[in-house]
């Protein structure tokens, strides 16, 4: 946990007073509603098709129990009584007014919340593993690295009107599950040979209209410089960034229309001049910021607890554990995720009684922290193993121990027309039917790992490119088609998926993809190949001829 | 469009000329770039001072050669969604060690002035009567920075530093 100090008490304080300022101009008219828009963004501040919809930052996805309650505390005071967990480490409320704002904001800064840049086209909020910290074989906690950045991209004076959103993410395991290769900026915590810390650093990845997967622009930037050769990253982005077209203003154009190499010399030449400077951090700031980082005291504990001996004869218990329980770095400890995909149900979803509930729990099993991850679930960190049983009846009563994480009914969406005013499209729905169509728990077991992503529109929020089966609603003369690819992956491998023909009406989409599973059934070589590799091993044409053949 | 300098409204001693206006007997003037690198020498023999509207789409390298001659330079802010000038300012204060007016002009609203004083601007014309008369307050709004630039003002991480080993001191 990161304990914030007098100084960022002050700073988001601060904030909240201004934004408070800045809205009480809009209600008497002072501010003109484009004057408005883009600060009321860059406080996470959209407005959507019913309402304004509010966006709360959750920086690299941790929380501690107070911080929960806060958040359910919002959304009980000021919203509908649930919130929605984002792919980026957020939370949106959607039903939120203008003028009780302020107010939320401060009821959030009480226990060191913000939405400071969760929106607009500045740096928002940085993002990192759901498990950092306590997954095992982890060079280090990228999440000193994540808060140094986050201080230092919060309210920038040079780069707060870049020419379009930019997103950083971290990463300090072997397997990527911070989706660092679809970010403007993805890093990659690794050690150089001396055994000091640096980042392998990656640039212009992104989904949107024009999806790309980020490049390697230096293999190893010394963990002290980072500030700097970041800084440097974003001068060149914002004086050459194009601002004459907005699907053409991310990095990734940039990158794409210099290619890397020249960009990467720009890049190299503008860093040359900063890397010396004031920016440079060395290890006492870092130790700093260490220490304000608390670590849970540990007990000695067995790996194999009576507890969870005995459990193991129930067939739910053992079908939980088997699916959403994590081994952790501390002998006798997991990491417990907790599936917000309940069947039926919109992912990404909780209700203020489950997050007040779940931070009681993680009071008594997880030493008080929570954690959210891209894929739209929660994580209790440091659950004892011996406490597993008692944690999946207590999950279980809150509807909170579905265990289909990383399974077929695990879906990534965004909201859809039923919320946002850019979609095309409804996404929630189309998942609803799908959690419905593979409830049965074997079934979903038997396909094994296989991830669903769904956006309601081009702008990509629900990640379909990425998606083992990706599928994007886009409108085609008044009626809402959907398109679908396969073969997409987020992780250290990113790949964007193949496009498998045309698209199909809203009513058919649950149906092409049990097509597309039966055809992965019959064509995988053994249980054990899971969807991604049939799909690489034999390319998009057989699942193609499976779901075409008979429309 | 009311000028705020060194905190306060006040006259523009500056005539802004235009690419083609003749110049006047004496005064200050401001000059666009284009007509600035086409005459510089001619422009600076002058009586009065020289500034320079600068395009925020061109390097400001080109300007360097004459910063130490010139008394303003003005960046611009086509619209306030639109950041290139501040990293033109930070250019010129932190880079270049222009320390002549530095002025914003354009869209330039309340809500931009403690970017604008962190990246290096002390002049502004300001849009609005009434967020050119609420500067000062505005400018007080913040008291933490996160970042270091040529303003000088301390940051965060710097002021830990110092509170740690102050605390140190005594124990």
Redesign the interface.
Known sequence: MYAYDEIDRTLVNERVSEFRDQVKRRLSGELTEDEFKILRLQNGVYLQLHAYMFRVAIPYGTLATNQLRALAHVARKYDRGYGHFTTRQNIQFNWIKLAELPDALEDLAKVGIHAMQTSGNNMRNVTSDQWAGVAPGEIEDPRIWSELIRQHTTLHPEFSFLPRKFKIAITASDHDRAAIKVHDIGLRLIKNEKGETGFEVLVGGGLGRTPFIAKTIRHFVHGGDILSYIEAILRVYNQYGRRDNIYKARIKILVHELGIEKFSREVEEEWQHIRNSSLQIDDEVIEDIRSRFTYPAYEKLPYMPDELRQAAADPDFEAWRKNSVAPHKVQGYSIVTISLKPTGGPPGDATAEQMDALADLADRYSFGEIRVGHEQNLALPHVAKRDLPALWKALDKLGLATPNVNLITDIIACPGLDYCSLANARSIPIAQELTRRFANHELANLIGRLHINISGCINACGHHHVGHIGILGVEKNGEEVYQITIGGRADENAALGTLIGPGVKFDEVADVVEDIVEAYLALRERPEELFMDTVKRLGVEPFKERVYATR | MPLVKGGKIMGDSFVKLAVDTPQPEGGDILVPAERFLGDAEGLLEGAGKVGVIWPNNRDIVELVPYLDRIAAVALVFPT?????A???A?LLRE?YNYRGELRATGQV?R?QF???L??GFDAFEVKKQ?DAEAFMQTAK?????????GDGRI???????QL?HSEGVGT
Do not use: E, N
Request: proline residues 3%.
């Open positions: 306030f969604r639109d950041g290139r501040y990293s033109q930070r880079r609203l809500d403690v970017f604008m962190r990246a009434a709004r913040y008291s933490v920075f996160y970042q270091p630039t940051t965060a991480l710097h002021r830990r530093m740690r």
